[in-house]
């Protein structure tokens, strides 16, 4: 499932540090091998996500920047999906994130998802008939 550039659009971005705090401290998190997700619900803003790592996963910004673009990369084939919700979410890199097979990545934030309880109910309806 490859996300047409219609759906990426509908994807907003938590770019202040602010928002991400707020999902940090309201949200829930789950943490699977590959990413760690923080999810918090907003107030009627859309779906909007975020993407972050920490120096501790990697002294070098090449390597950060790296675990960065795969991380969007992700986002842009799952998240489109859930984009009808109005939900911030934020995805954290791992330490081996940068090596871990792209597949696996996303099986990782579809799996965490899943266990937080947020669902594709409107969009699975819509696409089944």
């Not at 009627?44 to 960065?68: C, D, H, P, Q, W």
């Not at 109005?86 to 996303?106: A, C, H, M, W, Y």
């Amino acid at each position: 499932m490859v996300a047409r550039k219609e759906e990426i659009k509908l994807l907003g971005r938590l770019k202040k540090r602010s928002d991400f705090l707020c999902v940090q401290q309201q949200g829930q998190k789950w943490i699977s091998k590959g990413i760690i997700i923080e999810i918090c619900p907003n107030q009627e803003l859309g779906f909007r996500y975020g993407l972050t790592v920490s120096k501790k996963v990697s002294k070098l910004a090449v390597m950060r920047n790296r675990i960065k673009r795969r991380l969007r990369a992700v986002a842009h084939e799952v998240l489109p999906a859930y984009a009808k919700q109005n939900l911030d979410v934020v995805l954290i890199g791992r330490q081996g994130s940068d090596e871990r097979p792209f597949e696996d990545l996303k099986n990782d934030l579809i799996w965490c998802l899943k266990k937080l309880g947020i669902d594709k109910n409107e969009i699975s309806s819509d696409q089944s008939g």
